[in-house]
């Protein structure tokens, strides 16, 4: 058996395209587009690429998108001054601080410092509360929402399915967890977090019908984790050194992908699966965003 390749850049154009649409309605009824402010510090090569990649899509896609760079060696004052000053912004809808900062700097304080009504990255205190609580007025974190997107529109069934998820970070497997626990058409699963203390691990993740990797090492779900038939979603994007590649290295997932999909039913490839629904999600949560503060228009 080969699984079923779930294709995260089909989907993900799916999702642009109706969150392209809704651009052009909010736009013909306020008379501006939404808009969204990046903020970088430093000048990490992978936060360049992974803002410039943002910011391209926004224009894409109409959204007005403004990047502030700031220096490695700023006070963290300054980043907070500057944080509160786009919160006031009446044009700026969303806020996006990129990570990493230096390590002078408190990310987390950065990251409550944002409005949570424009905490478009999901990460804010505010909106993981109403991700516990269900509150859908909230802002899931972009990468668990693109797993579940990937999960509904490919047909897979989640309600009443035991989902696996390796990983508890504040970005992804936590939100993730939540968004698959609660109640809805698109949740209803019965939740198992698994992590670097879990006990049995393979034993656990054999139990799995959707089986979720977001654990930051290459390779590390083995064929022998996977029970016959799963679903298995891979999250992680790891950079392995290649010599042979012009950037010096090729991406590798959590999963052994090779092996894996001769056992499970659907698999995601990376790269082109979960990692294309990330910038897609965040167009969405940007819109969603836009409207809220607009009253809903």
């Known amino acids: 058996m080969s699984a079923r390749i779930l294709d995260g850049k089909l989907i993900a154009e799916q999702v642009l395209a109706e969150c392209q649409d809704g651009v052009k309605v909010f736009r013909e009824k306020h008379g501006l587009p939404p808009g969204l402010a990046f903020v970088r510090v430093g000048d990490d090569p992978a936060s360049i690429v992974y803002v410039g990649a943002k910011a391209k899509m926004c224009e894409r896609l109409g959204i007005q998108s403004q990047t502030f760079v700031l220096p490695a060696d700023i006070p963290e ?147 022998e984790m996977v029970r016959e038939g799963a679903v298995v979603i891979d999250v992680g994007i790891n950079r392995i050194p290649d010599p042979s590649k012009k950037a010096g290295h090729h991406l590798e997932g959590d999963v052994d992908f090779g092996a894996v999909v001769q056992k499970a039913a659907a698999i995601t490839p990376v790269p082109g699966g979960v990692g294309p629904m990330t910038i897609a999600m965040l167009m969405v949560n940007t819109l969603k965003a836009a409207c809220l503060q607009m009253g809903k228009g």
């Open 77 to 223: 004052e300054q980043v907070l001054e500057l944080v509160g000053s786009l919160n006031q912004q009446k044009t700026i809808h969303g806020i996006l601080v990129q990570s990493p900062m230096a390590p002078s700097i408190r990310e987390d304080a950065v990251f409550e410092a944002i409005d949570p009504m424009k905490d478009v990255d999901g990460i804010h205190p505010a909106n993981l509360g109403k991700l516990v609580a269900d509150n859908a007025t909230g802002f899931a974190a972009c990468t668990p929402a693109g797993v579940q997107q990937i999960l509904v529109r490919s047909g897979i069934e989640i309600a009443g399915r035991r989902v696996v998820v390796l990983g508890r970070s504040r970005l992804v497997g936590k939100p993730l967890a939540l968004l698959l626990l609660n109640k809805g058409g698109q949740a209803d699963a019965t939740v198992t977090v698994c992590h670097s203390r879990t006990r049995n691990l393979a034993e656990v993740t054999r139990q799995a019908d959707i089986l979720i990797a977001a654990i930051g090492k290459a390779r590390f779900v083995t064929a």
